[in-house]
Nanobody, 122 residues
Framework: VQLVESGGGLVQAGGSLRLSCTAS????????MGWYRQAPGKQRELVAA????????NYADSVKGRFTISRDNAKNTMYLQMNSLKPEDTAVYYC????????????????WGQGTQVTVSS
C-alpha cells in the first residue's frame, strides 16, 4: 500500500488549504485513516481521523471547528479541509492508514505517506 499526499503549501493566516491523500494497492475494508502533523522540535500528533464508511470522525481540540476530514472510498482518497489557518498549524502533515488484515488471524497494518509541508505565515 502506498499513500501519496498533495495540497500543502504556503498560505497566510486566516486562509484555507485542502490536503488530499490517495491510497494505492490493496487495503482491507475495515480501516482507519488519519492526518498527523509534526512541527519542528515537536512530536508527531494526531490532527483528525476517519473510520471506513466515513461515519465516525475524531479531531484534535486545536483544530475542531476549523478542519474537516472526509473520504471518498470509491477514489481511495482522504481529504483534510483546513480553514482559518493559524501560524501554529505550520507543520509537515502526514497521511496514515491502518487496516485490519487477515492471514489465519486478524492483525493491524500501518502505513504512512511521505508528508506534505503546510506553512502559515502571520
Amino acid at each position: 500500500v502506498q499513500l501519496v499526499e498533495s495540497g500543502g503549501g504556503l498560505v497566510q493566516a486566516g486562509g484555507s488549504l485542502r490536503l488530499s491523500c490517495t491510497a494505492s494497492g490493496s487495503t482491507f475494508s475495515i480501516n482507519l485513516m488519519g492526518w498527523y502533523r509534526q512541527a519542528p522540535g515537536k512530536q508527531r500528533e494526531l490532527v483528525a481521523a476517519i473510520i471506513s464508511g466515513g461515519g465516525s470522525t475524531n479531531y484534535a481540540d486545536s483544530v475542531k471547528g476549523r478542519f474537516t476530514i472526509s473520504r471518498d472510498n470509491a477514489k481511495n482518497t482522504m481529504y483534510l479541509q483546513m480553514n482559518s489557518l493559524k501560524p501554529e498549524d505550520t507543520a509537515v502533515y502526514y497521511c496514515n492508514l491502518q487496516d485490519k488484515a487477515y492471514s489465519g488471524s486478524y492483525y493491524w497494518r500501518d502505513y504512512w505517506g511521505q508528508g506534505t509541508q503546510v506553512t502559515v505565515s502571520s
